[in-house]
Nanobody, 122 residues
């Protein structure tokens, strides 16, 4: 069993930066790929970034590529999402999730955090 807790969200001006953290419990965390997803009211949850269990592979949505960086520290059981050059359209609830399958589809992720709100003011 893996439990995930996100933190680091908040209100930021356009062009600013935030770093989200996803802290995991459970000794099996290092075997899971971890993704970040985001969701706004009335819309489907969408993929933002994912990192493989070892940290060697990373994948980004086109909408965040070049601005967001995903990383992980397996010794600390934590995955990070560094978000730079934020835009108002990045406003959403951000969720981290764990999967044993390398995928960008949210339906194949087994464990989810509760989410953290990111609001980017114009």
């Amino acid at each position: 069993q893996v439990q995930l807790v996100e933190s680091g969200g908040g209100l930021v001006q356009a062009g600013g930066s935030l770093r989200l953290s996803c802290a995991a419990s459970g000794r099996t965390f290092r075997y899971y790929h971890v993704g970040w997803f985001r969701q706004t009211p009335g819309k489907e949850r969408e993929f933002a970034a994912t990192i493989s269990a070892s940290g060697a592979l990373k994948s980004y949505a086109d909408s965040v590529k070049g601005r967001f960086t995903i990383s992980r520290d397996n010794a600390e059981n934590t995955v990070y999402l560094q978000m730079n050059s934020l835009k108002p359209e990045d406003t959403a609830v951000y969720y981290c999730a764990g999967s044993k399958v390398w995928t960008t589809s949210p339906t194949t992720y087994d464990y989810w955090g509760q989410g953290t709100q990111v609001t980017v003011a114009s």
